[in-house]
């Protein structure tokens, strides 16, 4: 069996700027749990890995880092789900019409999770879908077959709902956007002002204990790094818009935080306001979304000089798709992963077992942000740093190989603790690094997103 997640390891911890000699700090143990013919498993590991090491990083403050240990089987479980519910059913994952289908000359992936991509998708399509009478699988299944992708994509995002046709990394590579996202580098970061005075490290059980961390992201790559920060300490308040619901996602992503409602628009004092007390910022508005929203990076910076904020996204800073709404799943398909290996033009696609890019994203957005941290406390400078799904894509395509993945294991949930929720009890497995002897802990349950105020604990 042979591993590359340390050789990973050093390339992320290179990418976010950080000392060449500290990987050594990291060990690894246990056997993968996700089967690709891409490095899924090593991936997890590593970004885990990462984030674990800037953790250690932070919280030494000047010292030595502490060791840092990674859990291979849990990482990998860590991309996907990590509830289990005891007398209670959560809500599916998936809406009913999203997923894969033939078109003309191909496959093209519809994404209608969010009530308003599905009714762009059927609008763009002519399905009706009534309450009386919903949209069927089948009847857009026929649909769709008439259509050539790129141009049903194009009319679906036109329509500002969310579609990829899928493309091989041959096609990808030669595509503006490919090209675009191929010549971004893994994570950007530049430094911005001066911070009075910078935050330190809390007690050695929960070093992030004193941070407060303004979390504008939905879905999973944001949630995922603000739920790894409030498993060490950190008071995260998640803010999302009046009229969206991920209730198949609120047990996974809300654990630690306290979860508010906002129009950003009409409220954009507040959150000027609950800036000023921030030390981190972490957002997944696409490129020029903030600033039409009066919040750009020199209100935002204006209001609390020295913050780190971690921008991300799907698609890239760069180029023709800049702004294009997407997630995991699509980036998946445009960029060439999930392309069948098969050369039969009917074989359909293969995604990879988890929304990896998008864990590993949130990871790298983790580690962006504590290494900002660190670099604040030690020189009093804010930061900016970019990180996006295609890109941590193409990482992950530059390190596929042929090689004999090795067994694969289980999750064991023997480990797994009690959990009360909102919803109802259940079990959640453990997490998937310790630092020195401190391990992921909660002090906030799973809530709704909006059952909580706008304003720091």
């Known amino acids: 069996m042979t591993w590359i997640d340390r050789t990973l390891l050093e390339h992320v911890w290179s990418a976010v700027g950080g000392h060449e000699e500290l990987p050594d700090q990291v060990s690894f143990s246990g056997a993968r749990v996700l089967s690709s013919t891409y490095p899924v498993a090593d991936l997890a590991s590593a970004v885990v890995g990462a984030a674990g090491l800037a953790l250690a990083e932070f919280a030494a403050a000047g010292g030595d880092a502490a060791k840092v240990r990674v859990d291979r089987r849990l990482s990998g479980a860590w991309f996907g789900p990590t509830f289990r519910s005891s007398g209670w059913e959560q809500p599916p994952t998936w809406d009913a019409i999203a997923g894969d289908y033939r078109c003309a000359d191909g496959w093209i992936r519809l994404h209608t999770n969010d009530f308003r991509h599905r009714q762009a998708a059927l609008a763009v399509l002519g399905v009706p ?152 910022l972490i957002h997944g508005y696409r490129p020029g979304a903030m600033d039409r929203l009066g919040l750009g990076e020199r209100e935002l910076h204006a209001a609390r000089p020295g913050l780190v904020e971690v921008m991300l996204d799907a698609y ?49 957005a983790a580690t962006a942000g504590l290494r900002g941290l660190s670099e604040r406390y030690r020189t009093g400078l804010g930061s900016v740093s970019r990180v996006s799904l295609a890109r941590t894509g193409i990482l992950l395509q530059d390190f596929k190989s042929d090689r004999d993945e090795g067994p694969i294991e289980e999750v064991d949930l023997s480990g797994a603790q009690t959990e009360d929720t909102f919803w109802g009890p259940g079990r959640r497995l453990p997490g998937p690094v310790t630092v020195g002897g401190t391990k992921m802990s909660f002090s906030v349950a799973a809530a709704p997103i909006g059952s909580a105020p706008a304003a720091w604990a």
């Open 129 to 280: 879908d009534t309450a009386v009478r919903p949209a069927s699988r089948d009847a857009v299944a026929g649909t769709v077959s008439g259509w050539p992708g790129e141009k049903l994509e194009a009319a679906v995002v036109a329509a500002g709902g969310c579609a990829a046709q899928l493309r091989s990394s041959e096609e990808w590579r030669n595509h503006h956007q490919g090209m675009a996202v191929a010549h971004d580098p893994l994570l950007s970061r530049v430094f911005t002002d001066i911070a009075s005075p910078p935050t330190g490290p809390g007690p050695v059980d929960r070093p992030l204990r004193g941070l407060k961390v303004l979390d504008l992201t939905r879905v999973l790559a944001g949630p995922a790094a603000t739920r790894f920060l409030a498993g060490f300490g950190a008071q995260v308040l998640r803010i999302d818009p009046l009229d969206r619901t991920e209730s198949a996602l609120e047990v996974e992503m809300t654990i630690g935080k306290h979860c508010a409602r906002l129009d950003l628009r009409e409220h954009r004092q507040t959150v000027l306001d609950l800036l000023a007390d921030a030390d981190l």
């Open 316 to 364: 890239g800073w760069a180029g023709p798709w800049r702004g294009r709404r997407g997630f995991d799943s699509l980036v998946q398909m445009s960029s060439g992963i999930a392309h069948p290996m098969s050369s039969d033009p009917d074989a359909p696609p293969i995604p990879l077992p988890v929304q990896a890019l998008d864990h590993a994203t949130g990871y790298l």
